[in-house]
């Protein structure tokens, strides 16, 4: 029988992005129980593991980074390329859930 993966960002996911760029778009402290609750009637949760790192970026990775984002539609590229404001390092953390179909 398969499972359902989900993946989502914690509050430290890119902090270093968040806490240089201010229009940077935070994570929704709600968004785990809006997750759990749209799944819960079709799926159950087996198992919760929270993957955390940080590594290092060039200023092409973390113009990257912000474009994948919500952020991209926030954030003009020409105000992240000045004034030094892109980080040398970068958290990635995630919560990723195996769910079991009910």
């Known amino acids: 029988m398969g499972r359902l993966v989900v993946v989502r960002p914690t509050w430290q996911h890119l902090a270093e992005l968040r806490t240089r760029i201010p229009a940077m778009v935070a994570v929704d402290p709600a968004k785990e ?3 759990h609750r749209a799944l819960n009637p079709y799926f159950a949760p087996s198992l919760t593991e929270r ?3 940080t590594v290092p970026v060039t200023g092409q990775e973390a113009l990257d980074l912000v474009a994948m984002t919500p952020s991209a539609r ?3 590229r020409a105000d992240l ?3 030094g404001l892109l980080p040398t390092r970068v958290t990635v953390s995630v919560l990723a859930t ?3 179909r009910r």
């Open 51 to 53: 993957v955390e790192y």
């Open 81 to 83: 390329e000045a004034g």
């Open 33 to 35: 129980r809006r997750l």
């Open 74 to 76: 926030h954030v003009g």
């Open 98 to 100: 195996a769910y079991r």
